[in-house]
């Protein structure tokens, strides 16, 4: 069985998508064809690499993904297919590789060289397609493209701790579906450097001093109606392990999320301060 992954910021309003799963399932009738993702904010790579690095792992051994994010061919922005963590991976050069993953280097690179062959103005469709189905068939990387040894390296904004070790400034990396605010601080850094010391948290002008495992923990162990706590803020490790700040049971249609009700943005300050 062969798995094909699409992660774009084409959006659904378009013919985009329909296009590319039509053409994936001309060449690869019983391919199985997963939307991992079309909401991408456009052209942003970091919000990219944190969708793909917490999810192509759930994918078996062999699932080729099919990355269309700033997808353009240039000079500075060469296409690529690699061999990484037995999965495969068909992209732009931009950086969002090298965002996935510090721990794990690919273990083949090819740069894409089958363009002189094909006419296009849309590579998702005309090119990254036909090289993830050669894949999927079980085809080697070096008929497609030339082995290079690097790629193009994005260093996301880290966390810094300060000299005393008393404080962890992170920032705002991802705002998702329900408006939740992910930080680039995870729970293994939180242990490692409070070494078991309490700790306020502050995000924009409000403050926590609980990091919460489950949204529902807000409510445990509380008599009453659980809906009073609608719309209440918390902090918690989400489930790739990062610090989040919530609005429980969150709605951005209706009663909002913590990006919109606590004034929450991209690229803005996470500080945690231990006692």
């Known amino acids: 069985m062969s798995i094909i992954t699409l992660t774009t ?8 998508i329909g296009a590319v799963k039509g053409a994936i399932y001309s060449q690869l009738p019983k391919a199985v064809v997963v939307d991992i993702t079309h909401q991408i904010t456009p052209f942003n790579i970091p919000e990219t690499a944190y969708i793909i690095k917490n999810s192509y792992k759930s994918f078996p051994n062999g699932t080729t ?7 353009e061919l240039s000079e500075t922005n060469k296409h690529i297919a690699l061999e990484l963590d037995n999965h495969y991976f068909v992209c732009p050069d931009n950086g969002l590789i ?10 083949r690179v090819v740069e894409i060289n089958i363009h002189d062959r094909v ?23 070096a008929v497609i493209g030339k082995e290079v040894k690097t790629i193009k390296e994005i260093t996301e904004v880290q966390p810094k701790i ?6 962890i400034t992170g920032a705002i990396i991802y705002i998702d579906n329900y408006g939740n605010v992910i930080s680039n601080i995870n729970k293994k850094l939180i242990q490692e450097i409070g070494k078991g010391r309490g700790f306020n ?3 924009g002008h409000y403050k926590f001093n609980t990091v919460f495992n489950k949204y529902n923990d807000i409510v445990a162990d509380k008599k009453g109606d659980a809906r009073q706590y609608d719309g209440s803020k918390l902090a918690i490790f989400n489930s790739a392990g990062n610090l989040e700040i919530a609005i429980y049971r969150s709605n951005l ?5 913590a990006s919109t009700l ?6 803005d300050n996470i500080i945690i301060e231990f006692k």
């Open 9 to 16: 910021d084409f959006g659904t309003k378009d013919h985009f």
């Open 65 to 71: 993904h099919i990355i269309g994010v700033d997808s």
């Open 98 to 107: 090298s965002m996935i993953t510090k721990e794990i280097k690919p273990k």
């Open 119 to 141: 006419e296009s103005s849309f590579p998702v469709l005309d090119v990254f397609v036909q090289v993830a189905c050669h894949i999927s068939r079980g085809g080697k990387l």
């Open 162 to 167: 300060s000299q005393d070790q008393n404080k």
């Open 201 to 203: 948290i502050t995000a």
């Open 253 to 257: 249609q209706t009663v909002g999320g």
């Open 262 to 267: 606590l004034g929450l943005e991209y690229r």
